[in-house]
């Protein structure tokens, strides 16, 4: 079982946005929109897919992180620094 | 004409790679696939999408910023003004 | 008790030495530094901070998180809402 | 000359108030506080770094880059893009 079961369909209704906006971005600079237009439709684009991501990761700490800490020791230790590496992660990219 | 003319091709074929990114991850949100593998193909979409955002944006400063400072005044303070604003919506998405 | 008591000293010693970093900031403005040069400084010094930010969550996570995760229930709930808040702001920032 | 003269006192101001924060981490860390709230301050720093650093990079474009290109050919195509890897070391940190 996954951490994000609940939402499942909100998440892919989500990604299908995502999807539409990423194909809206190419038919911009295919139609030689102009590039501050197609620079503010990217930063759209990239905030939705951060919370997506937010999403996930609040999902999986309540889930996977509080269920493996309630097993204790090293399960909880090897989940709570996977988590902390996605965070590192999406806080650079 | 638009500044992104030359690397026309190259920006419409990163942004069909997007576009299949963003349908992997649809795909693996709809087979369970683990939270955490999820956030990591997220990460490197949004790279993806950053990294066409500042090819964007370099183009921009070199064709059309220039050209506008070559004309000074006004039409070159807009323009700085207009691609500083793009760069900050850039650095907080 | 706090999550980073372990650590302390260390987390001390890195933000003494951000205070360095950003001492050396003003002193780069008010000696005219090359802007670029400045803007270089500046992200060093904000990936520093990020770095101290990421230590902290992650104990943090092992600490107060996995803690309150023992316990179940609401607190463990409010725990994880309140981290993934923290995210989101570092996320963001 | 640099491209920050007119605005430099106000520079100077803003990053004395960023030391003082710094400063305000390493009182907080020193005396236990709770992680979240230094997340939330070190979030709160992060930003006015980046205040700083966006509004460095305006007054640059609209000094060094655009004296640049009206001077055209090499010089301007240097700056362009000394400024857009200053651009993308900002929107990575």
Redesign the interface.
């Known amino acids: ?5 609940d939402g ?1 369909d909100a ?2 209704a989500r ?2 946005r ?2 539409g906006q ?2 809206g ?2 038919r911009m ?2 139609s ?5 237009d ?3 439709q ?6 939705a ?2 919370a ?3 999403g ?7 889930h ?4 493996a ?2 097993q ?1 020791g090293d399960a ?2 090897a989940k ?5 590496d ?8």
Chains 1, 2, 3, 4 share one sequence.
């Open positions: 079982m996954t951490g994000y079961d499942k998440y892919l990604l299908k995502v999807e990423v194909r971005l190419h600079v295919e030689d929109a102009y590039c501050i197609v620079l503010t990217v930063s759209a684009v990239t905030k897919l951060q997506v991501a937010l996930l990761l609040t999902d999986h700490l309540g996977c992180v509080v269920q800490a309630g204790g909880a230790d709570v620094r996977e988590a902390a996605a965070v590192a992660r999406l806080v650079r990219s």
